[in-house]
C-alpha cells in the first residue's frame, strides 16, 4: 500500500479553506458544526469519498462515512468541526488521513477501508455528540434537549441535514475503528518524536465543591474573626498537590476549571464559594485515590476552618478506556519500521471519538506532535513531514491488520 504525500496534504490544504481564517498567515479555522461552512466541508468530503470508490452515507447525527464495498471493513477517521477559533488538524487530519489511506487500499486491491467524519466532537451542542449517537451512549431523544449557547437547537440542526442524512448505519459492518489525531499536548513534540501510539483514553471525574463560610463586610471584619469561602477554596487548591504526592504520576491532572463567589462584591467578604474540581488518570485505582485524597482533604479543611464544605458529582464519571491491543501492537511494529526510535506509547489526556467506539469494536489511536503543544487555537500546527510519517504508519498497520 503506497499512500500519496502530495495528494494527502492537498486534501488537508483544501479542507481547511472551509472556514478557514483570511489573515495573512493564519492557519485557523471556524467550522462549528452544522453552520454553513461544515455542512460545505461535508458536502465536498462526500464527493472525494466518491472520487476515492468509497460510497457517501450520512447518518440522522450528520456524522459522514465513506462505505468501502462489501460487507465488512476497517473504519478510520475522526471528526470535520472544530472549536469556534480551532485549527486545521484537530480531526481534520484524522480524516484525511483515513481518505488518503481508504484511497492508498483500494490502489492496493485491500484491505477495505471505509471513512468517517463524526459530528459536533467539538461539543457545539453536548461533547462528542455524534460518535455518541451512533454508539448509543446518547439517546435521540436526549439530544433533542441540547441547545448550543446561540441558542440552536438539536431538531434545528438536524432539519439543515434532513436533505441529505439517512439511516443509523449497523456498527457490526465494521471490524474495528483506528483514528489518527494531533496529541494537542507537549509529549511529542518536546521529545522530538513523531508518533505516539495511544495505550488508552484517560478517565475523567468531576465534582462541585462548596464552601460555606460568613458573608460581611470588607471593611470592619478584622482577620482573625473572618470566615472567608474563597481563603478556604484556594487553600484547598494550594494543599492538592502534597495531598496527591503519593499518588499520582507526571500523566495524572486536575484543574479547578470554574469557581464562583457570593456575593461577588469588591467589599464584601465571601460568604459561599462554588468550584468545580476535576481529576483525569488512565488508572481507575488511581482515580478512585485521588478521590478519596480530595474527600479527606475537604474534612480536613472544613474541621480546620469551622466552614462548611459540601461537595457532589458534577457530571457522570468516564473510565479509562484502554485501546485494543492487537491494534495496539499492529501501530507500534508500524511506527518502529517507519520511524524506529522516534516514537513511544502513550495515554490519551483529551476525549475522543474512539472512546465512544472502545464498547462496540476494537479501537486503535495514532498521535502526531503538536507544535509547542498547542491546539483549539489558530495557532495549531504540526511539521508537515510529521504528518506524512503518521499517514505511513497508519498504512503499515492497516497491511497488518488486514
Ligand atoms: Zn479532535
Known amino acids: 500500500m503506497t499512500p500519496h504525500a502530495d495528494r494527502f496534504l492537498a486534501d488537508l490544504h483544501t479542507l481547511r479553506a472551509f472556514g478557514g481564517d483570511d489573515a495573512p498567515g493564519s492557519k485557523g479555522v471556524r467550522r462549528r458544526a452544522f453552520t454553513e461552512a461544515d455542512l460545505a466541508a461535508r458536502d465536498w468530503l462526500a464527493e472525494q469519498f466518491r472520487d476515492a470508490g468509497l460510497t457517501p ?110 439511516d443509523w448505519l449497523d456498527p457490526a459492518r465494521f471490524t474495528g475503528f483506528l483514528e489518527a489525531h494531533i496529541e494537542q499536548g507537549p509529549v511529542l513534540d518536546a521529545a522530538g518524536e513523531a508518533v505516539g501510539v495511544v495505550t488508552g483514553i484517560v478517565g475523567l471525574r468531576q465534582i462541585q465543591v462548596e464552601v460555606h463560610g460568613q458573608q460581611n463586610h470588607a471593611g470592619t471584619t478584622p482577620m482573625a474573626m473572618r470566615r472567608d469561602a474563597f481563603t478556604v477554596a484556594a487553600r484547598i487548591t494550594t494543599a492538592l498537590p502534597d495531598r496527591f504526592a503519593n499518588i499520582v504520576t507526571p500523566q495524572s491532572v486536575w484543574t479547578i476549571g470554574h469557581i464562583r463567589l457570593h456575593p461577588g462584591a469588591q467589599s464584601v467578604v465571601p460568604g459561599r464559594a462554588e468550584f468545580s474540581l476535576q481529576w483525569r488518570d488512565i488508572d481507575a485505582d ?117
Open 57 to 166: 452515507h450520512m447518518d440522522p447525527a450528520g456524522n459522514l462515512f465513506g462505505l468501502a464495498p462489501g460487507d465488512r471493513s476497517l473504519l478510520m477517521g475522526s471528526h470535520s468541526d472544530t472549536q469556534p477559533e480551532g485549527g486545521w488538524l484537530d480531526g481534520a487530519y484524522g480524516v484525511i488521513a483515513a481518505l488518503e489511506i481508504a484511497r492508498a487500499a483500494q490502489e492496493a486491491g485491500g484491505p477495505p477501508v471505509s471513512v468517517v467524519s463524526f459530528q459536533d466532537e467539538e461539543g457545539r451542542f453536548g461533547a462528542l455528540t455524534g460518535s455518541s449517537l451512533w454508539s448509543g451512549k446518547l439517546s435521540e431523544a436526549d439530544a433533542d434537549k441540547l441547545v448550543a449557547t446561540d441558542g440552536t437547537t438539536w431538531p434545528e440542526a438536524r432539519a439543515r441535514i434532513s436533505d441529505r442524512a439517512g
Open 286 to 402: 488511581r482515580l478512585d485515590r485521588m478521590e478519596g485524597a480530595i474527600a479527606q482533604l475537604l474534612r480536613d479543611m472544613g474541621d480546620e476552618t469551622g466552614c462548611e464544605i459540601t461537595w457532589g458529582k458534577l457530571r457522570h464519571d468516564l473510565a479509562p478506556m484502554p485501546m485494543d491491543a492487537g491494534m495496539q501492537a499492529a501501530l507500534s511494529a508500524a511506527a518502529d519500521e517507519v520511524a524506529p526510535g522516534r516514537w513511544r506509547a502513550m495515554p490519551s489526556g483529551a476525549l475522543h471519538d474512539a472512546s465512544n467506539l472502545a464498547g462496540l469494536m476494537p479501537v486503535g489511536m495514532l498521535f502526531v506532535p503538536s507544535i509547542n503543544g498547542v491546539s483549539h487555537t489558530f495557532e495549531e500546527d504540526t511539521g508537515e513531514d510529521d504528518l506524512v510519517t503518521g499517514v505511513e504508519v497508519l498504512a503499515r498497520a492497516v497491511e497488518r491488520l488486514g
